[in-house]
């Protein structure tokens, strides 16, 4: 079955370093997303993505965020300079333009740790 | 923004008691998804509910979604320790047409055995 992967599994960064994080949707897939999780918490949505542009963005979506499809297969979440508060889960999902229930299927995630 | 808020935040139930949580929205919804997160793991999509009123059901799982389209909610019969998780609603919005994901703040179970 199909799945979106993401890597890596695990990043640690120091404050104030840019880090990339990646996936890899479900090839059919239109609508692109990432979420961010803080252990124990809600998940947040962070942006949504369309045609190549962002189609809806959150408050937490700052100028330090930002994505990118750079080719046919990956979808990037940049986040310029990292801070103590960007430690999260963050999962990026996908969902088929078609899809009757508007399913969205998650990545396994990124565990990003800053220190 | 949109708020999204479930209850119970936890419930601990002894295996084969039922469980219920209740999601509710301080705006009317367009429609509702559910989803499942085990420990450790990411969410995954269970069911998508849009009109008024409606009720469906997947083996043991049954979900409703309010008359007035503001709340929802899902009943889980005789859980069973794979039932574990949190389970978490989500409304669908945003200008783009269901661009804009709000997820509740989530219910975990926990079963005994």
């Known amino acids: 079955e199909p799945e979106v992967t993401q890597t890596p599994s695990h990043q640690v960064t120091q404050m104030g370093q840019e880090v990339i994080l990646r996936c890899v949707p479900i090839s059919n897939h239109l609508y692109f997303y990432w979420y961010r999780q803080i252990l124990g918490q809600k998940v947040e949505f962070l942006v949504s993505f369309y045609n190549n542009e962002i189609s809806e963005k959150s408050e937490i979506f700052d100028d330090q965020f930002s994505v990118e499809r750079p080719d046919g297969s990956n979808f990037t979440l940049k986040i310029r300079s990292t801070k103590l508060e960007d430690s999260a889960m963050y999962f990026c999902a996908s969902r088929d333009l078609a899809g009757a229930y508007n399913e969205q299927f998650f990545g396994p995630g990124t565990r990003l740790t800053v220190l | 923004g949109q708020q999204v808020m479930q209850i119970p935040q936890y419930q601990h139930v002894q295996e084969g008691e039922d469980f219920t949580t209740y999601c509710n929205s301080s705006?009317?919804?367009?429609?509702i998804q559910w989803y499942k997160q085990r420990p450790g793991g990411h969410p995954v999509f269970l069911i998508q509910l849009v009109k008024s009123g409606e009720v469906k059901k997947q083996k043991r799982l049954t979900f409703q979604f309010g008359e007035a389209k503001k709340n929802s909610s899902l009943h889980i019969t005789a859980t069973q320790t794979t039932d574990v998780g949190t389970y978490f609603c989500?409304?669908?919005?945003?200008?783009?047409?269901?661009?804009?994901?709000?997820f509740g703040t989530g219910t975990k179970l926990q079963v005994i055995p």
């Open positions: 705006t009317t919804l367009s429609n």
């Open positions: 989500a409304a669908l919005g945003g200008s783009g047409g269901y661009q804009k994901v709000t």
